[in-house]
């Protein structure tokens, strides 16, 4: 089996490096690591991680503002971020942002690779402390009520953001009659009747 390609983020090199480490010895395999927002986006484009562990206080830009450009580039690329901030305002920038999972850095380490399998299977996760920590207000994101695959949200997230087919086959290497046939399929199962009604849809349910 192919290992899960990980790339790590944090401006802590020791933090860094141990985290890299725990992941080597759980069987990843770490691309790359990097300590600043330009670093990620950078590396994440050169290296197409199949996750990327995303720190917020970077000393150039937020690891949110990384996060976006990651996710709105490659929405293949899944980021979950691991951050000593646990307040709620930054979980849901986070999220909204595009990361799919949010972890804090003193959560157990099984956490951290639930967190990252969770992610690479298309959940969206919250580690455990995360929620409670922000007063309880923020439920424990679950998968989408659709059923979609990894690859249908790929293409749903394209779709609401107003791609076409062909811009989507593009933007995921993939053939046109592929994106045309998962774009009825996403349709059917999210019971929408155009790509209009499957934007306001898919926006609906995150808010």
């Known amino acids: 089996m192919t290992p899960v390609r990980v790339l790590v983020i944090d401006d802590h090199p020791v933090y860094r490096r141990g985290m890299a480490s725990l992941l080597e010895a759980s069987g990843y395999l770490v691309v790359g690591e990097g300590a600043s927002a330009a670093e990620a ?40 971020v691991v951050t000593m901030h646990d307040d709620e305002g930054s979980v849901r920038r986070a999220l909204a942002a595009g990361a799919a999972g949010y972890v804090v850095k003193d959560a157990p380490p099984a956490e951290l690779i639930a ?23 923020l439920p424990e ?22 791609l076409t087919n062909g811009q989507i086959a593009l933007r995921l ?8 046939n998962n774009v009825s399929t996403i349709l059917t199962k999210c019971d929408a009747a155009d790509r209009v009604e499957l934007a306001g849809i898919l926006r609906a349910a995150r808010d």
């Open 41 to 80: 986006v950078e590396l994440a484009q050169r290296l197409t991680p199949d996750v990327v562990l995303m720190d917020l206080g970077l000393p150039d830009a937020s690891g949110i503002d990384a996060t976006g450009r990651i996710t709105g580039t490659d929405p293949k690329v899944r980021v979950v």
């Open 115 to 137: 967190a990252i399998e969770a992610a690479r299977q298309g959940a969206v996760v919250l580690g455990s402390g995360v929620a409670s920590r922000a007063g309880g207000a």
């Open 141 to 162: 994101p679950t998968v989408d009520p659709w059923a979609l695959t990894p690859r249908e949200r790929d293409i749903a997230g394209l779709v609401e953001r107003g």
């Open 173 to 180: 290497g993939l053939s046109g009659k592929t994106v045309s």
